[in-house]
């Protein structure tokens, strides 16, 4: 079994297959249970080739909507460190955001030097497995997490599942890093642009730019 990356090929160029899965979006398909099921130990034979906190089919060259998304703080715990989520689609989103360091398997060099993203602190997704799911920030249970993780599992399954969804829906941590905002701080928007703004406690939230100016009064800034 293969991973997919966007490690360069001898040429210089990179593997066209990164171009091929992870760039496009992967629709939603009916599956027999038996097809379910040889996906399902598919991906669970594929994280453990790969260790990570979740993987998505396509990172492994399957054209499937279906992920693996950690479910405990104790990856050594036999049996459930894993959801299994089967054509998985966001179906609700916060308007609030937090800031995250991600690494991703597909992308090596993140794995040494990670992206700072943006995510919603709460969504809602819907699944044929599992049905509908709702994944939302603990920060005050953050503050709590055992070593060595800084966060909770909430927290940290809150970021997993936005990330192998963006993979099955084409994108990467590099179009979710938070970053690229500030590259346009000086940009023209339009009335109704949807733009980042963060609150003098650090909070994120998603507002229209017509709309900049009443959080411009409360101390917001553009990021």
């Known amino acids: 079994m293969k991973l997919i990356t966007d490690k360069r090929m001898s040429n210089g160029l990179i593997n066209s297959d990164f171009y091929k899965l992870l760039t496009k979006k992967v629709e939603t398909s009916t599956m027999t249970q038996s097809e379910v099921d040889e996906l399902h ?17 396509n990172q492994l060259g399957i054209n499937k909507r279906a992920c693996l998304i950690v479910n405990t703080l104790d990856l050594n715990k036999e049996g459930d460190e894993y959801l299994f989520l089967l054509n998985p689609v966001i179906t609700k989103k916060s308007d609030e955001f937090f800031i995250f360091w991600e690494s991703c398997l597909s992308l090596h060099k993140t794995l040494r030097k990670p992206i700072r993203t943006y995510r919603h ?78 609150a003098p406690s650090g909070d994120l939230v998603e507002v229209k730019f017509k709309k900049a100016n009443d959080y411009f009064l409360k101390g917001y800034e553009i990021v």
């Open 41 to 57: 130990n598919q991906l669970l034979e594929g994280i453990k080739m790969y260790p990570g906190l979740g993987i998505a089919a």
């Open 121 to 198: 602190t709460e969504v809602t997704i819907k699944t044929d497995n599992l049905g509908e799911l709702t994944f939302k920030i603990d920060p005050a249970a953050d503050a709590d997490a055992p070593a060595p993780w800084k966060v909770s599992l909430a927290t940290l399954q809150t970021s997993v599942v936005q990330h192998e969804i963006d993979h099955l829906d084409g994108i990467t941590i590099k179009d979710r890093n938070s970053l690229n905002w500030t590259q346009h701080k000086t940009n023209n928007y339009g009335r109704n642009d949807k733009i980042i703004m963060k």
